[in-house]
């Protein structure tokens, strides 16, 4: 069985008097990269704070690496965690590679691993520039290579692609989705947006004010966006009285013929009826209820999905 290498129990925070987090159970699975979703203000950073220390839980438990999380542990499991949480600051007169050798200093890890780190950041052939000259997508690959330096086992993300350009969230996305493969690291990355970790996580977890509302592979919640068949014809009102006729279960749709999923079988069947009775088709598309719809309905219409 694969180990969680995040699990919360239970964890609940509140802020003067309101349950910001709540009876949170969230299971972050060895290698996974784990898409934290959920609209603003929902609860994903007071969430991830609260795993790396920034932020003291008002109730529940926190295992990282198997260990209870606790003040005297705490330091330990953190060394091998890397985060890049909010704009990380710089000293913005110094170059990238600087910035990095002070951290490099204080964190006590081998100095070769900035020139790992920049490499896998593709920021090699920019390292000797001021940070202050550094675009916004620099910078951020810059915070994501200071969170690389120690070889974490785990990564924790907060809105990653926050304010880059397009070119910019694709280059972070593919430098994540590279992680685990590459170094056998797990990632816990949150997102409000819904294409966003689509395209990059193995796993889900869906937060809409505090409270956990889906959480599983990013494949089981495309299985459970329900498919079904659309036809169209030259008459579908005909078409549509023969299937009927024929016991296939079938709505008409404005200018097309709702069919429920149907194995391959049964689609030639309802072909060769249609064709036999003098109908053209003139074509079966299969459609599936959008990833959208599905996330709509699970934080019930909250706001920026
Ligand atoms: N330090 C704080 N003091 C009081 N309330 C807070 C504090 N931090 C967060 N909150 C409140 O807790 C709720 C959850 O905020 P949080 O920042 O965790 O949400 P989020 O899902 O990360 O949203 P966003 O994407 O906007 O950052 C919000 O209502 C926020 O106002």
């Known amino acids: 069985m694969t180990q969680n ?26 290698g996974a990269i784990y898409g934290f979703l959920g609209p603003n203000g929902a609860g994903k950073s007071t969430t991830l704070k609260m795993i790396l220390g920034l932020a003291h839980p008002t109730g529940g438990e926190i295992d990282v690496f198997g260990k209870r999380m606790n003040a005297k542990n705490r330091l330990d499991i953190l060394k091998d965690i890397g985060s890049l949480i909010e704009s990380p600051s710089y000293y913005g007169h110094l170059t990238g590679e600087e910035n990095l050798k002070i951290l490099q200093t204080l964190r006590k890890v081998p100095e070769q691993n900035i020139r790992e780190a920049l490499e896998i950041v593709r920021l090699t052939s920019q390292k000797d520039k001021q940070v202050a000259h550094y675009s916004l997508g620099m910078k951020q690959r810059l915070g994501l290579a200071a969170a690389l330096l120690a070889h974490p086992r785990l990564l924790i993300l907060d809105e990653p692609t926050n304010g880059l350009d397009p070119a910019g969230i694709q280059e972070m996305r593919e430098l994540i989705c590279d992680l685990p ?26 937060i809409a004010d505090g409270a956990l509302v889906y959480q599983n592979t990013i494949d089981r919640l495309h299985e459970k966006s329900e498919h079904h068949l659309a036809l ?8 549509q009285a023969i299937l009927t006729h024929d016991g296939v279960i079938n ?26 009775s003098g109908i053209g088709v003139l074509r079966i598309e299969e459609r599936r209820k959008n990833l959208e719809d599905i996330f709509l309905e699970l934080t019930e219409g909250a706001a920026s999905l």
């Open 5 to 30: 290498l995040v699990e919360t129990k239970g964890l609940c925070k509140s802020y003067g008097g309101a349950l910001r987090v709540k009876d949170l159970h969230m299971q972050v699975p060895e």
């Open 181 to 206: 493969r590459r170094f056998g690291m797990t990632v816990l990355v949150s997102s409000h947006l819904l294409s966003e970790i689509d395209q990059m996580a193995t796993h889900v977890g869906v």
């Open 232 to 239: 169209r014809t030259l008459n579908n009102p005909l078409a």
């Open 251 to 276: 709505d008409l749709d404005a200018d097309e013929i709702i069919l429920p999923p149907l194995e391959n079988e049964e689609v030639a069947h309802c072909v060769a009826l249609l064709t036999d």
